[in-house]
């Protein structure tokens, strides 16, 4: 937790300024004691033979008093401060490149194969209540397997990979968000070979014109869906399909982040398969705008080694989320402890509260 900059409510800081008055009174009261003992031989007596140590103790009651008064004074400004919170992340699309430039062996063995073994990794390290679904795409997409808490059946769809032609993130991308919102009229087909649509309307608003009884669609702000997330695996060069950034808008649109993780190395290699040869290499450039229209976050991955690096952050990072929250009720606590810690030290050794 970062030490809080902003308060809601500043004015209520100019209540701190009591503090030095508290102070003047606690010394004011002290002296006005002291001058009562001298008149009274006795008690004098009494305090010099309890020595130094029991005249230290009698501050630190009233020196808590104090603290806990400073912490609901603060509380009372309504203080922010960012703190790391876990996220209620209830499912997770891992949409996966199975193209056939992901069979370049600039990632060892080969770019699949080190995507399929460190895919795996981060399936152990998230809590078995997350949900996971699998998108394959390559020319098309489709469902490798439907969102579930099974790991067992999502190592084996992940096993089950084949490469194939073309290269269509946008499709990848849309069957993932159709995949999270089944019910919301996502159809690829439509946006595939669909119809013109106004300008200025979302693509799921001009899915959904015509449909008698559908609410309209209000798009909500990037980044503000905390329950689902998508990480897109590719190395971010489409030869087909969806427009990668249009359909990166449909995410942005239900509030849905992409987590883009780049695959191979920007000079890339030659590949040949079957009597075709390509040149295949890293599109960083797509990958990035996809992450930041979505509020998400772009990673590289130039090696077997990067890629297991990548999924270990996104496995801390999809748990937990560093947020600006009020901080009031902490502090309200540590002054409710400091006052009966006050209480209880008072009564121990003196018989009496302060």
């Known amino acids: 937790m970062s030490f809080p900059l902003n308060f809601l409510w500043p004015q209520f800081l100019w209540l701190l300024l009591a503090l030095p008055l508290l102070v003047a009174l606690y010394v004011w009261l002290l002296h006005r004691k002291k001058k009562m003992a001298v008149r009274y031989a006795s008690l004098s007596i009494v305090k010099e033979a309890m020595g130094q140590g ?3 103790r009698r501050h630190i009651p009233p020196l808590l008093f104090m603290l806990a008064i400073a912490a609901m004074l603060l509380a009372a400004a309504r203080p922010l401060a960012v703190i790391s919170l876990p996220i209620q992340q209830e499912t997770i699309i891992l949409a996966m490149d199975v193209s056939g430039s992901m069979r370049a062996t600039d990632v060892e063995p080969n770019r699949l194969v080190a995507a399929q073994n460190a895919a795996k990794a981060f399936l152990l390290d998230l809590p078995r209540r997350v949900k996971v679904g699998i998108v394959a795409f390559a020319g098309s ?13 999502l190592n084996s769809a992940i096993d089950r990979f084949q490469l194939q032609r073309g290269t269509a993130i946008g499709n990848g991308i849309v069957l993932s968000m159709a ?5 919301a009229g996502i159809d690829i087909a439509s946006l595939t070979y669909g119809r013109e649509r106004p300008r200025g309307t979302s693509i799921e608003q001009s899915q959904k014109e015509g449909k008698e009884g559908q609410k309209e669609f209000t798009p909500m702000a990037p980044g503000s869906y905390g329950s689902a997330a998508i990480i897109l695996l590719t190395d971010g060069q489409r030869t087909t399909g969806i427009d990668s950034l249009e359909a990166a808008r449909i995410a942005a649109d239900r509030g849905v982040r992409i987590y883009t993780v780049g695959v191979g190395t920007v000079d890339g290699e030659t590949i040949g398969f079957e009597g075709w040869s390509m040149r295949v290499r890293l599109d960083e450039e797509t990958l990035k705008a996809i992450a930041s229209r979505t509020q998400g976050e772009y990673f590289y991955a130039g090696t077997a080694a990067d890629l297991k690096m990548v999924y270990e952050t996104l496995s801390s990072r999809l748990m937990v989320e560093k947020k600006e929250t009020e901080i009031s009720a902490l502090l309200a606590l540590l002054a409710a402890i400091l006052a009966m810690t006050s209480a209880g030290l008072s009564m121990l050794w003196f018989n009496r509260i302060l």
């Not at 997409?141 to 059946?153: C, H, I, K, S």
């Not at 995949?179 to 019910?183: E, G, H, K, V």
């Open 141 to 153: 997409a489709q469902v490798a397997q439907l969102p579930t808490v099974n790991r067992e059946d």
């Open 179 to 183: 995949t999270l919102f089944p019910d």
């Open 54 to 56: 029991h005249t230290l």
